[in-house]
């Protein structure tokens, strides 16, 4: 039998610890605080938060922790537990989108975008991370990165934002912003809500549709896997994870281009037009004989369905039926298998392997094109479904994966 490693997730002391260490090491001074914000599983709703439609992410025990201290002029520098040795630098003068090369630009991004709000008080700052989000897994490395970066800065800047929900969307914007402007890395925002909006034992239920107040944009919905004798098993394929070639921003922009052929202002106004009619299936396919494109049909099935699934799967779990919740999962996958192709061979392969082995459902997880799958199982089963997928990998010539035990945990908040 194939061995599979499981990430424990560091625990906030040692999290701390290890990103209070490394500050010192690499600057010489005590750190202003620790602050540490999740990792991300999204349960279902995927690529539906930039069409305005419904996701449910949890945050994960597995957390970036960042080490700040305030400078007096306007220099970033900042070290990662990754390449312990090497500080990136870069000033905040004059600075414009894209401006900024490598990991740093995520951290830099988040000053810069509070700055280009107006927050000119936000200066330069010294930052070491040490995390236990593995890192290309589609969990959201790059999101634990940029909200404990804003959570930080919004401390050491007396800002106000980040005491309470409302106030923590001025810094899930700045978050936003360094990763889709400084890093170029597009995102719908999914990945910040849930690591500065989430709740112990709870699954976020997100609706992006635009204009909404933090108020009815959030749903805390119960998650608890021990209550119904359940455990998700997260695990990363470890397949090569690229959303910056194109592929994210070519469907991103196809739903907009529908969503544009069908007189709406995004694929939610269409969905929710569609699940309300007496027949959906019915309404569904005339929505789809008004496009002409093939893929753009797909992508917009995919969309619409997806959309469907979330609030589906939170009756199906409260009730208990987790068999139905388990088929939404399927179809889930599915569809952005067959339907949105994000998905890739050791994501499938990952996924019939689960679904082999007794799990409810089985479903790949964040952007795709590589990443992780999640599968729904009885308690105690996640090792040997783990080990049967690794088994698995070994015969396909697959580089071994990893796992990950998950829960529904706390969002970002200051440790130290």
Excluded at 15 to 26: E, P, T, V
Excluded at 132 to 144: E, I, N, R
Excluded at 359 to 384: P, Q
Aim: glycine share 12%; with cysteine; proline share 3%.
């Amino acid at each position: 039998m194939a061995q599979v490693e499981f990430i424990e997730a560091m625990g906030d002391e040692d999290g701390a610890r290890k990103a209070a260490a490394l500050f010192r090491a690499r600057y010489g001074n005590e750190p202003d605080g620790v602050w540490a914000a999740p990792g991300r599983v999204n349960l279902i709703g995927e690529h539906t938060d930039y069409n305005g439609g419904l996701c449910l992410p949890i945050a994960l025990p597995h957390r970036t922790y960042v080490a700040l201290a305030a400078r007096d002029d306007t220099t970033v520098r900042v070290v990662s537990d990754v390449a312990p040795e090497t500080v990136a630098e870069a000033g905040l003068d004059g600075l414009e989108a894209g401006g900024v090369d490598g990991w740093a630009a995520y951290p830099v991004g988040v000053a810069w975008a509070l700055r280009e709000v107006g927050f000119d008080q936000v200066r330069g700052f010294d930052a070491a991370f040490a995390s236990c989000v593995p890192l290309g897994s589609g969990l959201s490395s790059s999101a634990a990165m940029t909200c404990s970066t804003a959570l930080a800065l919004d401390d050491v800047h007396a800002l106000g934002f980040g005491g309470d929900d409302a106030g923590r969307l001025t810094l899930i914007d700045a978050a936003i912003r360094a990763e889709n402007d400084m890093a170029g890395a597009s995102t719908g925002g999914l990945d910040q809500s849930a690591s500065m909006r989430c709740a112990e034992g709870r699954a976020l239920r997100l609706d992006c549709r635009p204009g909404l107040s933090a108020l009815e944009s959030v749903e805390q919905e119960p998650f608890d896997l021990a209550g119904h004798g359940l455990e998700l098993l997260v695990l990363d394929t470890r397949a090569p994870h690229q959303l910056n070639d194109g592929q994210y921003e070519a469907r991103r922009t196809m739903c907009e281009q529908a969503a544009a052929i069908l007189g709406a202002a995004n694929l939610r106004e269409v969905a929710d037009a569609v699940n309300a009619a007496d027949d959906p299936q019915r309404a569904l396919a005339d929505v789809l004989a008004r496009l002409d494109d093939g893929t753009m049909r797909r992508r917009v099935r995919h969309v619409v369905t997806e959309i469907g699934r979330v609030d589906r799967f939170v009756d199906a779990f409260a009730r208990g039926d987790m068999r139905q919740a388990g088929a939404l999962f399927d179809a889930s996958h599915d569809s952005l298998r067959d339907d949105y192709e994000v998905t890739v061979p050791e994501l499938d392969m990952a996924v019939d392997v689960a679904r082999a082995e007794g799990a409810y459902g089985a479903r790949m997880t964040g952007g795709g094109f590589g990443g992780s799958i999640i599968a729904l199982v009885d308690t105690g089963a996640s090792e040997g479904v783990a080990h049967a997928i690794a088994d698995e990998f070994g015969r396909r010539g697959f580089r071994a994966p990893r796992a990950l035990p998950a829960h529904a945990a706390a969002a970002a908040r200051r440790v130290r």
